[in-house]
């Protein structure tokens, strides 16, 4: 069983910055894609930014250019540099790694626990 596990949530004042990690874990396992995701009360969860295995990203509108993701291959972490941060982005942080177990060539899902984040006046 892989863990995940993020770190950097808080709070913040709109237009700030928060810096979020968080590291994939507890095997022999190959990347897929790594991704931050987002769940507000009463809405669904949304992805927030992905990077894959070839260090390719994307983002939904409402992140473009304002968020950023990247990653230390070495330490299995990603980060997401969020900027100019608004109270629509307050929510839990959910942090996602898809992974290949060695020998296998099945993709496995695990979640993160979830960060707060919270952006208010």
């Known amino acids: 069983q892989a863990q995940v596990v993020e770190s950097g949530g808080g709070w913040v004042k709109p237009g700030g910055s928060l810096n979020l990690s968080c590291t994939a874990s507890?095997?022999?396992?190959?990347?897929?894609?790594l991704a931050w995701y987002r769940q507000a009360p009463g809405n669904q969860r949304e992805l927030v930014a992905r990077?894959?295995?070839?260090?390719?990203?994307n983002y939904p509108d409402s992140a473009k250019g304002r968020f950023t993701i990247s990653r230390d291959y070495a330490k299995n972490t990603i980060y997401l540099k969020m900027n100019d941060l608004k109270p629509e982005d307050t929510a839990v942080y959910y942090c996602?790694?898809?992974?290949?177990?060695?020998?296998?060539?099945?993709?496995?899902?695990?979640w993160g626990q979830g960060t707060q984040v919270t952006v208010s006046s």
């Open positions: 996602k790694a898809d992974i290949k177990w060695v020998g296998s060539t099945t993709v496995h899902g695990y």
């Open positions: 990077i894959n295995s070839v260090n390719t990203t």
């Open positions: 507890g095997g022999d396992f190959s990347i897929v894609t």
